[in-house]
């Protein structure tokens, strides 16, 4: 036997534990047994603590390739069609201009004809006999200038997956501001369950960066609507966008949050993401190298939102997200399509359209031939099994991996689950 690639050992009250990325396993242990696996000398141990290790992940037989098992995982999962996810911009205009955003110059909304092909490219993706379930993002630009686009196509989506028996969800990322209350009722009658707003904190902090053209701030209408929303069937994610210049306003954001008594209504961090547009402008003021990511996700702020989960509730990412699924895409109001959200609009980055599936083989080697199982940065890191290398987008624009948020939070749900042991 010998020891597993994903052990992790750890002091936590004057105690020293060993916990593992793959099993999710965590065992106390003394001085001696922790020198043995920090020193990787297995020969040290008896018979029983041997077997003990091994029940529990610790150890494998000598002949598992650990890592040829996540890269099996990952290639059969890559390709696995019975969960399609299409996200759909309808417009990529948008009545905002925020500070940290890339603006299209595209004007104009999805044609008749391109949704007619939109829909025929989804209907003949989910119409194989392998796919259960369809999940639809309307994303944009600003999806709710266009309502009527979205309402009609998500109808005809939601119909079709019931004549067929497939699973359908649908949710709609809009910054919230051209909700009323006419347009909830047709939201919830065209079979939308979430929404995911953004507000960058409270009113002073939201005003500074999400603006309208005309350069007023837009928190008090948003807020307003958000009232619109109490007693509804929509599930509302509030998305605050945090950098170096905000990270403290997230609290001042709860407590207004906490007044509209929405249980439906919850409130997440996220890093203000890079992306190719504007990446040197406004590198300085995110959190970038694994240092400040440390820092964000270790901040009291906000490691209470990361860490209400038990270990055991982070299941294993076969690909970090849906860019290297083979049967995901993001389409746009001319009909391309792309593999990440980042790229819509962007020619270089077009996968295929909804007329010419062929695909672009220069974006398939980028997203769907990523392999994070012989990534230098990677194969020797324990958190893989629960990572998978992180964004291929970012990787792209660092020409590194970025690692993601389960690296900075696992540790801390490890010991939440030894605290929630004891009790
Ligand atoms: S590749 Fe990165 S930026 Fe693109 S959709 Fe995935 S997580 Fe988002
Ligand atoms: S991106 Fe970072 S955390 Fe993720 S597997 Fe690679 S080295 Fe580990």
Redesign the pocket.
């Known amino acids: 036997m010998k020891f597993s690639k994903f052990n992790i050992t750890f002091d936590y009250n004057n105690k020293s534990y060993l916990t593992n990325t793959f099993s999710k396993s965590i065992l106390e242990i003394d001085s001696r047994i922790k020198r043995i696996i920090e020193n990787n000398i297995s020969d040290a141990l008896s018979k029983n603590e041997e077997s003990l290790l091994g029940e529990h992940g610790f150890m494998v037989n000598e002949s598992i390739d650990e890592i040829g098992l996540l890269r099996y995982r990952s290639n059969k999962l890559k390709n696995d069609k019975s969960e399609m996810e299409f996200v759909i911009c309808p417009t990529l205009e948008c009545n905002f201009s925020c500070t940290y955003c890339f603006e299209s110059p595209r004007k104009g909304c999805m044609s008749q004809e391109i949704q007619d092909q939109v829909l025929q490219f989804i209907f003949e993706k989910v119409n194989d006999p392998d796919n259960k379930s369809v999940h639809i993002i309307w994303f944009g630009g600003e999806p709710l200038l266009y309502p009527d686009i979205l309402l009609k196509m998500n109808d005809k989506l939601y119909q079709y997956c019931k004549e067929n028996n497939k699973l359908f969800k649908s949710e709609i990322i809009t910054n919230g501001y051209l909700l009323n209350v006419e347009l909830v009722e047709k939201l919830i009658k065209c079979h939308i369950e979430h929404l995911q707003i953004t507000l960058d904190g409270a009113k002073c902090s939201h005003d500074s960066r999400r603006i309208l053209k005309n350069g007023d701030g837009t928190f008090d209408v948003i807020y307003k609507n958000l009232e619109l929303l109490f007693n509804k069937p929509i599930t509302v994610s509030l998305r605050m966008n945090v950098d170096k210049t905000n990270l403290e306003n997230i609290a001042d954001l709860e407590k207004s949050i906490l007044k509209l008594n929405n249980p439906n209504i919850i409130c997440h961090p996220a890093i203000v993401?890079l992306?190719d547009m504007h990446f040197q402008d406004i590198k300085e003021k995110c959190f970038y190298d694994d240092s400040e990511l440390q820092m964000y996700y270790g901040h009291p702020t906000i490691s209470k939102y990361y860490n209400s989960y038990k270990c055991s509730d982070y299941g294993l990412r076969s690909f970090?997200?849906?860019?290297?699924h083979e049967h995901s895409f993001?389409i746009d109001e001319i009909g391309n399509v792309y593999?990440?959200?980042?790229?819509v609009g962007v020619d270089d980055e077009v996968y295929c359209t909804v007329k010419d599936t062929t695909p672009n083989p220069a974006i398939v080697s980028v997203?769907l031939g990523r392999d994070p199982f012989t990534e230098k940065k990677c194969v020797d890191c324990p958190y893989i099994p629960i990572c998978a290398g992180?964004?291929?987008?970012?990787?792209k624009l660092r020409n590194e991996n970025e690692c993601c948020d389960n690296k900075f939070n696992f540790l801390e749900s490890v010991k939440k689950s030894i605290n929630m042991h004891k009790e």
């Open positions: 993401e992306s970090f997200c849906e860019a290297e993001v593999k990440c959200w980042n790229s997203f992180g964004c291929v987008m970012q990787k």
